[in-house]
């Protein structure tokens, strides 16, 4: 499980993809078998219109009539029967590719987003516009297109003159269709991309609508939304002009080949040469033969865009990092370790973290404070292993995060982000993390974030629908919700970015009281905080500045060496770097068991030192 970009390029590798696809061969040979029975059986009536005009108008018999059109009957009802069940074969490939591929899509567009990855849902609308395509006519054109050959060998059987016009008039209207596939493959992709950015920008848009609607911002999004869409109009509507000239053309060809045709067997008829029933099966021939070209042509756009969206689909699994299956491993206790971590930006290769190492054992509660922009959030990532550090180890009961299977390892962490994501669904669900509900897990869970109380006041209690991102709740009322998801299921490793940053006083009050209960369950805990009521709680404090450990040990021991510290910038605005662990700071002996990597300066301190001051009191 890595989820650090690589910078080597990629092996070409079958992908998910390819191997749907493979999977489906036997379904494509079916089509292939109807294509070769319908395209047989609409010989029907070409065959049909030739005995009548040569042999029952020659002969005047009556029963010949009735068997010629019984027999015709049957056969194009079969040809119906084929045509309806060969429709049913490529509706249930594409909802079959949907099903299949859907959750991988899904898999890796959660995976991609942890890397910066914007795409979001796009993936899945890829596999739509696929399925979309091979759901249609589209796909059977390439079932019927090989059979055009076969059309114009048995034209040229009933006169080689009528073959010549069927076969120039194919190769015309070939040339039509790559003439169409090359004026508007440039123009499509275009409109694309570009519709895939407006797209993406109303969704932004709307996912953020008090922001946009409260500081005014809806005219000027609106303005950007438009000249990208502009793009993807404009794109759309050179593609589709072009394409509908090229329609247009290839309908007047084929008309007016079916009546060249129908005039040159009429002179051929006058000359001798060729009977009044061939002159008419030829005709018919020759619009079945020139059917698929024209079909292939009505269906274009559809086939381009579903080719842009498999390159796409393709390229995206292709670079996709493939999946270990992982042992499962022992129930953890929850004893984490971090081993000299550095992490590094994949977008810009900065570090954010730098040989970061500490421990935490099980029924411990460490403090992560530090200035904005430290890395406390990132470091967060690391624990969950939502992201994988560029150099170093963080290992969980003794074993590498790396190695464990994500889906069992987040069976036993809790984390609680700073933005609070919920899902449509009942609250129920939600704390049950959307999985199998256990009433009585949930209900625990509950009162461990003292959030019991609060659900009940709701409409429906545990069943209250939550609209998408948490409609409808306060940022408190998610925040508490938060915390009891990540408490669910009594994790062994619980992180908690930010938990107070939305509660009140009676909410911080609920979230001391759970803190103290876990850590009482023997809980391992990462707080996030620099609140006094966060504090209270820690057992250690760890201090991150600019990416470095600065100091981490017993909390007393801590806040007694940021006092100093901040005592001493105040007498002389300076203050050593890099002292070693148990070496005087400005004269004073730093605490045993507290490790200083290097003191932070006073902006680093100043506006916690208050804080941190009261706590100790």
Known sequence: MTLQASTTQPTRRDTELDQALSACRSAFWIMALFSVIINMLLLTQPIYMLQVYDRVLTTGHIETLVTLTGLAAVALLLLGALEALRSAVTVRIGCWLYDRLGPVLLTHGVNARLLGDSAGAQPLRDLSQIQSFIATQGLTVFFDAPWVPVFVILIWMLHPVLG????????????????????????????????????????????????????????????????????????????????????????FVRFLVQIAALGLGAWLVLRGELSPGAMIAGSILLGRALAPVELAMSVWRGFSSARIAYGRLKQRLQNATAQVARTRLPAPMGRLAVENITYVLPQDRRAVLRNISFAVEPGEAVAVIGPS?????????????????????????????????????????????????????????????????????????????????????????????????????????????????????????????????????AGESALAATLHELKMQGTALIIVGHRPSTLAQADKILLLKDGRLELFGPREQILQTLRGLAATNGRSGTVPMHKPSGAAVDGAETPEGVSVVGTPSMSAVSSEAPEHTRCAQ
């Not at 996912?207 to 990208?228: F, H, S, Y």
């Not at 502009?230 to 072009?242: G, K, N």
């Not at 609070?420 to 999985?435: D, K, Q, S, W």
Request: with cysteine; charged share 15%; aromatic share 4%.
């Open 164 to 251: 010549t016009l069927a076969l120039c008039s194919a190769i015309i209207l070939f040339g039509l269709t790559v003439a169409n596939d090359l004026l508007t493959r440039k123009p499509n992709l275009t409109a694309n991309l570009a519709q895939i950015s407006a797209t993406q920008q109303a969704e932004a848009a709307i996912r953020n609508a008090e922001v946009v609607c409260a500081m005014g911002m809806l005219p000027d999004i609106i303005q950007r939304w438009k000249v990208t869409n502009a793009t993807s109009q404009r794109a759309v509507r050179t593609s589709a002009e072009l394409g509908g000239v090229l329609v247009g053309l290839t309908k």
């Open 373 to 505: 922009a430290g890395g406390k959030s990132t470091l967060c990532r690391l624990l969950v292993g939502t992201a994988m550090p560029s150099s170093g180890q963080i290992r969980i009961d003794g074993s590498q995060i790396d190695h464990w299977d994500q889906s069992q390892l987040g069976e036993f962490i809790g984390y609680l982000p700073q933005d609070v994501e919920l899902f449509a669904g009942t609250i129920r669900e939600n704390i049950a993390r959307m999985g199998q509900v256990d009433d009585q897990a949930v209900v625990e869970a509950a009162m461990m974030a003292h959030a019991h109380e609060l659900i009940q006041h709701l409409p429906q209690g545990y069943e209250t629908q939550i609209g998408d991102g948490g409609a409808g709740l306060s940022g408190g009322q998610r925040q508490r919700l938060g915390l009891a998801r990540a408490v669910y299921g009594s994790p062994r490793l619980i992180v908690l970015d930010e938990p107070n940053a939305n509660l009140d006083q």
